[in-house]
């Protein structure tokens, strides 16, 4: 049982430039989010997902698009990177009944140049 | 005003020493309270909840919620430096709401 999986780990791109962030849990928890989280800042909701096929804005999602096709994965898409876009992203998940607990993965850090 | 307001610290506290760490809201409507726990370039963890007001313990810990003034407390007992950690509060609505309202963490660091 790996839980909240994510993959890369680290990754530098340079401006204008795309990539997907992949988010994977084994657990069979419908609802998944993604996170940004900047130093001091806490964590900011990108997007989230109740389940496959429903997606939906939290509230920063400008520049960031998402598709959930299964249960276990949400990858999420980052069109034109920009600076702004640097950060440390965190999927999660949990159960429908657990509000208070989410499972988050390891991270993805970005950076954008 | 933001709905969660947490002080970033950092704090700063000699091991055994006891920790308090808090958070306010302007949202009424919250039901549900957490505390998670974020080691450096870690993923947070779930710490502790609390389901209304009320106190939950947990070993040297306790979570502390009151919805009259808007205040949450986590008390860390004997503080240890395993315990060097980000400390975020976050809160939800319940019911259908999916999400989670995050303070911005308090980095804490226990010395030995």
């Known amino acids: 049982n790996a839980g909240v999986t994510q993959t890369p780990k680290f990754r530098i791109l340079k401006i204008g430039q795309s990539m997907t962030l992949q988010c994977t849990q084994d657990m069979n928890h419908n609802y998944m989010y993604w996170y940004r989280q900047d130093p001091g800042m806490g964590l900011k909701l990108i997007y989230y997902?109740?389940?496959?096929?429903?997606?939906d804005k939290g509230e920063v999602p400008n520049g960031y698009n998402v598709s959930r096709s299964t249960t276990e994965d949400f990858p999420l898409r980052l069109e034109l990177a920009a600076p702004s876009q640097t950060s440390v992203y965190f999927c999660?998940?949990?159960?429908?009944?657990?509000?208070?607990?989410?499972?988050f993965g390891p991270g993805t850090r970005l950076l954008v140049l | 005003q933001k709905e969660v307001e947490q002080d970033p610290g950092p704090l700063s506290v000699p091991e055994g020493a006891i920790v308090s760490l808090n958070c306010t809201y302007s949202?009424?409507?919250?039901?549900?309270f957490m505390w998670y726990r974020q080691y450096s370039r870690k993923g947070p963890e779930l710490l502790m909840y609390?389901?209304?007001?009320g106190n939950k313990e947990d070993g040297r810990f306790t979570a502390q919620v009151d919805k009259s003034s808007k205040y949450i407390s986590l008390f860390i007992r004997d503080s240890q430096p395993s315990d060097s950690a980000t400390y975020l509060c976050?809160?939800?609505?319940?019911?259908?709401?999916?999400?989670?309202?995050f303070g911005k963490g308090t980095l804490l660091t226990v010395n030995p």
């Open positions: 976050a809160m939800s609505y319940g019911g259908s709401n999916y999400k989670l309202t």
């Open positions: 949202n009424s409507a919250f039901q549900y």
């Open positions: 999660a998940s949990r159960l429908p009944d657990a509000q208070e607990t989410q499972y």
């Open positions: 997902s109740v389940g496959a096929g429903i997606t």
């Open positions: 609390t389901y209304s007001s």
